[in-house]
């Protein structure tokens, strides 16, 4: 056993000497002189060393301390080594609601989340920020929680405080998971909130007046990227932040495929999109018109950006159609109602090209799991061919002109 006369007065050699105490504690003196407080101890097996401070900083007294809070941990089958580098991470990164928020932005740009989305995340965030973002996340209850959330309520933005509450759940669940909380109190929430109406996205699905839209953007006289990305958008039916970002890398012209990175999707997994013989035809028209980028639809401005995320809608204002009647991203209401109309096709297989997210836990890994991808081919070529027919009801069929003699029509 030590004492403070002996680990005052303990001198250094030429090589490192151990002085022990008791219960793996030990004093290491080094030839320079410093004096170092260890912990010896075993963990699953392993001999393990756990620094507890230089003397006389630390003192003989603090040093068995801290051998006992590591004894104490090991009876709990917890690493004390383990533990002080969890101890680090959390104290470094800080443990309020607006430090752990913005290691969770941080997280989403490196998983390559898009500009917008983080935009969103950080406009959302800062309707809590002043309420609870300086505040341990440990500590925070759901009657807090609940506050900022009826502030949002009061001004009749239900949509917004569903997409808040969803929000700070994001954040409190990456504090669980980093070891800064034990628990996520917005669940306890779930019931609480006015639910916001369901508002569909304006989309055209009469049959007559999709053909009259089809006629409509082929007589469209803006630019030919537009044009073409207006053309191609109902033949595949994807968002269109997928369709504006398309890259060349993506398609297999020769099997007839674009294959989206999760990233680029809003669900985060792949997606596979069968390619009809009009959409390829105007894929490869577009090569000559990208201008050698790696877009499809480049801006007009830079071959290194794409297309501006207002060009199709802007385009679809400048056709008469009013942000009421249509949008870019109702090309894909507009599949979904006439595929399930027909009664053809697998409803499985129509959401799956849709990719739509299923509710369901089982169900979406069963749907994960069945692609329907020989169905979705036909139903992909199938739906082009009704498009065209839709198209071509209502265009002018020229009158015959009949033979005639002298001047007269038989």
């Not at 799956?352 to 992909?380: C, G, I, N, T």
Request: proline share 6%; net charge positive; hydrophobic share 40%.
């Amino acid at each position: 056993m030590l004492n403070d006369t002996r680990v005052r007065n303990a001198r250094p050699a030429d090589r490192p000497v151990k002085l022990s105490d008791s219960g793996g504690l030990h004093l290491l003196i080094q030839p320079n002189g410093s004096k170092l407080w260890r912990l010896a101890y075993r963990f699953e097996g392993k001999q393990k060393t756990l620094a507890i401070g230089a003397y006389p900083t630390v003192t003989l007294k603090h040093a068995r301390e801290k051998r006992d809070d590591a004894r104490r941990l090991l009876a709990d089958h917890i690493d004390p080594s383990m533990q002080r580098r969890l101890e680090k991470l959390t104290a470094a990164s800080g443990n309020t609601f607006r430090a752990v928020a913005e290691e969770v932005l941080v997280k989403l740009e490196r998983e390559g989340r898009v500009d917008v989305t983080l935009a969103k995340k950080r406009w959302l965030l800062d309707f809590a920020y002043p309420a609870i973002g300086e505040r341990p996340v440990a500590e925070i209850t759901a009657l807090e929680v609940l506050a900022v959330l009826r502030k949002v309520e009061a001004r009749g933005r239900y949509e917004t405080t569903r997409r808040l509450r969803s929000t700070c759940g994001m954040v409190f669940r990456y504090a669980i998971a980093t070891g800064r909380a034990e628990r996520d109190p917005s669940l306890d929430l779930r019931g609480a909130l006015t639910a916001p109406k369901v508002v569909h996205r304006p989309a055209i699905v009469d049959p007559a007046e999709i053909g009259a839209l089809l006629r409509a953007i082929e007589d469209y006289d803006g630019l030919p990227l537009t044009k073409a990305a207006l053309k191609l958008a109902p033949l595949v039916f994807v968002r269109p932040g997928e369709l504006r970002k398309a890259e060349w890398a993506e398609f297999d012209l020769e099997h007839a495929e674009w294959r989206i990175p999760a990233a680029k999707m809003k669900m985060r997994r792949p997606h596979r999109v069968p390619l009809s013989k009009q959409a390829l035809a105007i894929i490869r028209d577009l090569q000559a018109l990208s201008r050698g980028g790696w877009w499809l639809f480049p801006s007009v401005h830079s071959i290194s950006r794409p297309m501006s995320e207002n060009t199709l809608n802007a385009a679809l204002r400048r056709l008469g159609y009013s942000k009421d009647q249509m949008t870019a991203h109702g090309f894909k209401g507009m599949a979904s109602t006439r595929l399930n109309e027909m009664g053809c096709w697998n409803p499985d297989a129509i959401e799956r090209q849709l990719a739509h997210q299923e509710s369901d836990d089982v169900r979406r890994a069963y749907m994960h799991a069945a692609e329907y991808w020989p169905e979705r081919v036909k139903m992909m070529q199938a739906w082009a061919d009704y498009l065209d027919e839709l198209r071509d009801a209502g265009k002018l069929i020229p009158l015959r002109r009949e033979p005639s003699v002298g001047g007269l029509t038989v």
